[in-house]
């Protein structure tokens, strides 16, 4: 198996790397954090299969009231996923820019997110870890990141992971960088939750990942907004 590194992610967006990204992004640079397969369970740091969620006072179009869950952290920098932001395209956009096609309603509905705004043009899925894939990045005994076409081909077929997120392009921090957000109050940081990845409407998110450390965002921003 390949590792799994975010230059290699899916190549299947051709045409499609708008995807809602645009704006000045502060959050993130143009390094990208190569995720070595299978060294997660030894090398993650405490902020590994952590979500990000960003404090109301965070004004970057890209971030905004966004929830990304960070899939390596360490001393090369971050890597993420954002997973309320919806993009302009459906699964079955996806499947028809890699000349695939899918029978199933389901699959060519689903939603297709935007994880970031570097290489939108890249596919990433974030999935329950059923399944051997060609380049994979194993982040918990309960969630891994995929990035090569086989996976597609068996959620086309119906055969993929039970629960799965496409997103296209990916978040990326330098080293340091999101430890001085953190000391900045940029982010709220909760464990993940598989039914917040996975269940939780798109519009829920934001809310529903702080609720997990017992924090009312909506609450917090209007304190601030009449401090």
């Given at each position: 198996?390949?590792?799994?590194?975010?230059?290699?992610?899916?190549?299947?967006?051709?045409?499609?790397?708008?995807?809602?990204?645009?704006?000045?992004?502060?959050?993130?640079?143009?390094?990208?954090?190569?995720?070595?397969?299978?060294?997660?369970?030894?090398?993650?740091?405490?902020?590994?299969?952590?979500?990000?969620?960003?404090?109301?006072?965070?004004?970057?179009?890209?971030?905004?009231?966004?929830?990304?869950?960070?899939?390596?952290?360490?001393?090369?920098?971050?890597?993420?996923?954002?997973?309320?932001?919806?993009?302009?395209?459906?699964?079955?956009?996806?499947?028809?820019?890699?000349?695939?096609?899918?029978?199933?309603?389901?699959?060519?509905?689903?939603?297709?997110?935007?994880?970031?705004?570097?290489?939108?043009?890249?596919?990433?899925?974030?999935?329950?870890?059923?399944?051997?894939?060609?380049?994979?990045?194993?982040?918990?005994?309960?969630?891994?990141?995929?990035?090569?076409?086989?996976?597609?081909?068996?959620?086309?077929?119906?055969?993929?992971?039970?629960?799965?997120?496409?997103?296209?392009?990916?978040?990326?921090?330098?080293?340091?960088q999101l430890e001085q957000e953190l000391r900045?109050?940029?982010?709220?940081?909760?464990?993940?939750?598989?039914?917040?990845?996975?269940?939780?409407?798109?519009?829920?998110?934001?809310?529903?990942?702080?609720?997990?450390?017992?924090?009312?965002?909506?609450?917090?921003?209007?304190?601030?907004?009449?401090?």
């Amino acid at each position: 198996m390949r590792p799994c590194d975010p230059e290699n992610g899916i190549p299947a967006f051709a045409g499609m790397t708008n995807a809602g990204t645009s704006g000045v992004n502060t959050h993130s640079n143009t390094a990208f954090i190569p995720l070595q397969y299978n060294r997660a369970m030894a090398d993650s740091s405490p902020l590994t299969n952590q979500l990000l969620i960003a404090m109301p006072a965070l004004r970057d179009p890209n971030f905004a009231r966004g929830v990304t869950f960070l899939c390596q952290h360490g001393e090369d920098g971050a890597m993420g996923l954002m997973i309320n932001r919806l993009s302009e395209y459906r699964l079955g956009d996806v499947l028809a820019q890699m000349n695939m096609t899918s029978e199933l309603a389901e699959v060519i509905d689903a939603p297709v997110l935007i994880g970031g705004p570097m290489q939108p043009e890249r596919g990433f899925v974030l999935h329950s870890p059923q399944g051997e894939w060609e380049s994979s990045f194993r982040i918990s005994d309960r969630l891994s990141v995929t990035t090569s076409r086989d996976i597609l081909v068996a959620m086309a077929a119906g055969e993929g992971p039970r629960n799965a997120i496409v997103t296209l392009g990916y978040s990326g921090w330098s080293p340091g960088q999101l430890e001085q957000e953190l000391r900045d109050n940029a982010w709220l940081t909760a464990p993940a939750s598989e039914e917040v990845l996975f269940s939780t409407p798109l519009e829920e998110r934001w809310e529903a990942a702080a609720h997990i450390v017992g924090v009312n965002l909506i609450q917090l921003a209007s304190y601030a907004g009449h401090a």
